[in-house]
């Protein structure tokens, strides 16, 4: 079954562009990355998915229901953390679990515990006095306590440190791993690479690409480090110079025999060909959209 299904989705507010076009599919147990700059149209697609907003055109369905028309049903199966939560005023972090659950109809008491023991949150504190972090946390167990079939997360990782991000990741594998499905909105492809299998990218509204993180690595450049030059080789295929002193980076689309040939006529101290970085990658993704149009 397909937990997130969406036909030519569109939304625009007036004659502002939200998202234009979207056809996304996303398996059911899928750990599913969605990339893009700020602005891009993540959010707008969430809301959407959620029914929080109305498409423009298009249609969605959450596994197998409309967003429209079966919302409600659909809301029940889904754990969502938005970029920034706002919470009431006045109450101290666990009164607000309770309501999260309460809300619910759900007793989240064992599940909210245990996940403020591993995400170190203090339940007796008052939710103005948190820091970004810790608010943050408090968004993350809302979400995750009652235990859905369906988890949207949309750039849920801000504001949490390194430590705090590895133990989320690590508790989001384990609901992975019983089942649920996965839907991680971030700008931060190192960690999309890292935890997801399948991802899409998005820019300016539309979808570039959707396929599995292994075949989104298979972009058929090398990311190239040089020592002892000031300047790469003239050779076609070089983009992304990084020159600094006697060192040059920069990533090579073409034939490998060619650059070798161009390097042994260089007086090079050190080379290095390794795969590129997640941000390489992400910009031939960029790049190829602005050249397709």
Not at 6 to 32: A, N, P, Q
Not at 75 to 98: H, Q, T
Not at 156 to 173: A, H, N, V, Y
Request: charged share 30%; net charge neutral.
């Amino acid at each position: 079954m397909k937990a997130i299904q969406t036909e030519h989705l569109t939304k625009f507010y007036g004659k502002t562009r939200g998202i234009e076009d979207v056809s996304l599919s996303v398996d059911e147990g899928d750990f599913f990355g969605f990339i893009g700059p700020n602005g891009a149209g993540k959010s707008t697609l969430i809301r959407t998915l959620l029914g929080l907003i109305s498409p423009t055109d298009g249609r969605a369905e959450i596994f197998g229901r409309d967003i429209i028309k079966n919302k409600i049903e659909n809301l029940n199966d889904i754990g969502y953390l938005p970029s920034e939560a706002a919470f009431y005023s006045g109450m101290r972090v666990g009164e607000l679990l309770k309501l999260s659950a309460d809300l619910r109809k759900r007793d989240c008491t064992e599940q909210a515990r245990e996940l403020c023991e591993r995400l170190e949150l203090d339940t007796t504190r008052k939710i103005d006095e948190l820091s970004l972090g810790n608010r943050k946390k408090v968004g993350i167990v809302a979400a995750l306590q009652h235990e859905p079939r369906l988890y949207i997360l949309d750039e849920p990782t801000s504001g949490l440190d390194p430590l705090m991000q590895k133990e989320f990741f690590t508790i989001l594998q384990e609901r992975n791993e019983q089942g649920a499905t996965i839907f991680l909105s971030s700008h931060v492809l190192s960690e999309v690479m890292r935890y997801c299998n399948r991802a899409a990218i998005i820019r300016e509204g539309g979808l570039i690409v959707s396929d599995t993180i292994q075949n989104l690595k298979q972009i058929g450049a090398k990311r190239v480090a040089l020592r002892g030059v000031s300047m790469p080789p003239f050779i076609a295929g070089i983009k992304h110079v990084r020159a600094k002193g006697k060192t040059v980076q920069f990533t090579y689309n073409g034939r490998s025999d060619a650059l070798i040939r161009a390097l042994a006529d260089l007086p090079l101290e050190d080379v290095s060909i390794t795969d590129p970085d997640p941000e390489e990658i992400l910009m031939h993704y960029y790049e190829s959209k602005k050249e397709g149009n």
